[in-house]
């Protein structure tokens, strides 16, 4: 062919060899990314001199300051920190209360023992002496005598614990000098309670007979009053009983006498081969309660 006849095949078929042209023609590449001016590299420069990179602590910090608290959390928070105050508080408690015997000499701890088996051993004597009795009325060829003598025995005993007669034997005598007028109520009736728990039978508190039914208030002004009779200081107590064991009863560590020595008080006891308990309570007839033999 020659080349007039190409040159008019060209003319005559324009789109055909355009379109083969690209197909020989390797894609397009795109350029290389522009390179940034010194305009923009100054400016990116200033920004990141601006806001520098964070470290982990510093992102850490960030993220818990200021501190998000929602709802919830506080009511938890809330929570934590009272069940946390009432366990600081009974621990406090429990450390104020066994802290006296924890810190307690030997010679202070075996006193308390003995003091404990002697509690043990009077009430193993009561019972004794009870089976006794028993024993007696089972085996007494006259049991209407032997009845009546034990009647008249517990009836003085009841009248001694209802202070209705006069009583006398070996003891203590508690003497309490209040300058400060710092004792109240409460701390004599510790003192009651404890000297009744080391096996006192007759408690007299300046004048006045100390039975089961027996009450201590506070008086308006200072002072203090028993079944309704005030008191003054010195506040004298006349115990009956053993020695022995109401004088280590009162000074156990943590005991009235060191309750009342931090009240600032002067605390007196002096043991006595006989104390005379001589305030009497009249007998009092109940009103409802009868006896069940009758």
Known sequence: MSDNDKNDASDKHPETVENRLR??????VSGPPAEPSEEQGLESGADEETEPSLTGRQRLAKGLWPPRVTRAQLIVALLLF???????????????????????????????????????????????GLEDQRTELENSSDQAEEAR?????????????????????????????????TVEADMLLDA??????????????????????TFLADEDGGGVSVDGNKIDTPYRFKVIGKPEDLEPALNIPGGVVQTLEKEQATVTVERADKIVVDALRAAKQPDYARSSSE
């Open 149 to 181: 003598k034990q009647t008249v025995e517990k009836e003085r005993q009841l009248g001694i614990l209802a202070g209705t007669v006069a009583a006398q034997g070996p003891g203590i005598t508690l003497t309490i000098e209040d300058t400060k007028g």
């Open 192 to 213: 009651i309670q404890e000297l009744r728990a080391a096996g006192a039978e007759a408690i007299q508190v300046n004048g006045v007979r100390v039975v089961a039914g």
């Open 23 to 28: 197909e020989e023609l390797p894609e397009e």
């Open 82 to 128: 009272g069940l946390g105050f009432g366990l600081a508080v009974q621990v406090a408690s429990t450390s104020d209360n066994d802290g006296a015997l924890r810190g307690a000499r030997q010679e202070d701890l075996v006193r308390i023992l003995d003091e404990l088996d002697d509690r043990t051993q009077r009430l193993e004597d009561e019972k004794q």
